[in-house]
């Protein structure tokens, strides 16, 4: 990489964002290990020996190895507060392995994942967590299943449910503004309480851009998103503007 190009990444707004986002970590850091320790990490191998990796799996889908998801959960839970936070009721939307929804349990929440019963080493691993979920697949322009309750906080981290159907040349059909209108409003008028909050978190495109196009930007900014590097958080309410925690450490 040139030098221009390696100095204007050390200086861009989400080198700075990311540094602040650390910043704020350090200044309430959380043990990653006492959380780790009450995991059964032999049970884990286990369940990927009986649901090996696909041939070309990328790395990150290694979910057996605990040590990395929870400290990539124990992050998104600090940048969320949740680590100080009274105890909530959390819905995590595609939670996946589970490991979120555990490490919420370990600062005191109570959660429900939703997901689809596709992978069988999510089936096996959120059922070692004892994280419960709701089998159920989000489609555009659909209301999401009826759950009995409210809950302070939804997420959605690693989003994937917004791909349609991929295109000979590997790219996404994803929603349009039209869906994700929709599903927020969805989300906001069944599922959150008055004061609750949405937090939508995004893989980055393929060629390393933001998720947020300037089209989607603005779709979100309009539903009233406050937007920080690869999330977008919602209020119940469309007429406030949530607060991450990274304003204030
Ligand atoms: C990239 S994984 C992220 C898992 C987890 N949230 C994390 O960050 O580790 C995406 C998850 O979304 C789920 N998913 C994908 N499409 C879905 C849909 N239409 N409805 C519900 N879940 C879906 C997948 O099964 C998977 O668990």
């Known amino acids: 990489m040139q030098l221009s190009r390696k100095f204007q990444k050390l200086f861009s707004v989400d080198a700075i964002e990311s540094f602040w986002e650390h910043a704020c ?54 940048d969320l507060r949740l680590d100080r936070s009274p ?10 392995a ?7 349990r ?9 997901d689809t ?27 999401l299943p009826e759950l009995g309750e409210k809950f302070d906080l939804v997420t959605a981290h690693r989003v994937c449910f917004h791909r349609v159907a991929r295109r ?24 959150l309480k008055p004061n609750g909050r949405l937090l939508l978190d995004f893989n980055p495109r393929p060629n390393g851009s933001s998720f947020f196009t300037s089209e989607l ?5 309009a539903q009233g998103a406050r937007i920080f590097r690869s999330k977008a958080l919602f209020a119940a309410d469309p007429n406030q503007r949530p607060r991450f925690r990274q304003t204030r450490c």
């Open 106 to 114: 370990f600062f005191g929440h109570e959660g429900l994942g939703l």
């Open 98 to 104: 589970g490991y979120f929804l555990y490490v919420c």
């Open 168 to 191: 000979a040349n590997g790219e996404w059909n994803e929603w349009a503004p039209a869906d994700w209108k929709f599903f927020i409003d969805d989300i906001r008028t069944r599922l």
């Open 25 to 78: 970590r350090w200044t309430h850091p959380v043990n990653s290990r006492r959380i780790l320790a009450t995991l059964d990490r032999s049970e884990l191998a286990k369940l990927r020996d009986q649901y090996p990796h696909r041939p070309n799996a990328r790395k990150i889908n290694a979910y057996e190895n605990a040590a990395y998801w929870i400290g990539i959960n124990v992050e998104r839970a600090q």
């Open 87 to 96: 105890p909530l009721r959390i819905l995590d939307l595609g939670c996946g």
């Open 217 to 221: 930007r603005a779709c979100f900014l």
């Open 117 to 143: 019963d596709e992978e069988p080493l999510f089936r096996g691993t959120t059922e070692l967590l004892n994280v419960r979920r709701v089998v159920s697949r989000i489609h555009p322009q659909v209301s």
